[in-house]
Nanobody, 121 residues
Framework: VQLQASGGGLVQAGSSLRLSCAAS????????MGWFRQALGKEREFLAA????????LYADSVKGRFTISRDNRPNMVYLQMNSLKPDDTAVYYC???????????????WGQGTLVTVSS
């Protein structure tokens, strides 16, 4: 599986942004997909994950209610809709693939290259 994240940029606090992740590979439709972020000097942080079937989702408390993960298996896309952005949301955002539901980055075996989101105050 190859993953390509896009959609980052510079936005003002309170704005919305939608990140996209394009996946190649036949196993995408059976994969759990997740989004993480890593701010400068901080650990990589789990944000959200979505199952392949019925789109069951899981969110970190820090983004619950503001961020929404979704997927479209045809084509192989995963999205992260981010609303009410704050300066603390500034980070590099990564999409990743795992074979089972997990919030732990070390369980994810395929990663995109990351896309930078900068939120100005």
């Amino acid at each position: 599986v190859q993953l390509q994240a896009s959609g980052g940029g510079l936005v003002q606090a309170g704005s919305s942004l939608r990140l996209s992740c394009a996946a190649s590979g036949r196993i995408f439709s059976s994969s759990v997909m997740g989004w993480f972020r890593q701010a400068l000097g901080k650990e990589r942080e789990f944000l959200a994950a979505i199952r392949s079937n019925r789109g069951v989702t899981l969110y970190a408390d820090s983004v619950k209610g503001r961020f929404t993960i979704s997927r479209d298996n045809r084509p192989n896309m995963v999205y992260l809709q981010m609303n009410s952005l704050k300066p603390d949301d500034t980070a590099v955002y990564y999409c990743a693939r795992v074979s089972h539901y997990s919030t732990q980055q070390y369980d994810y075996n395929f990663w995109g290259q990351g896309t930078l989101v900068t939120v100005s105050s």
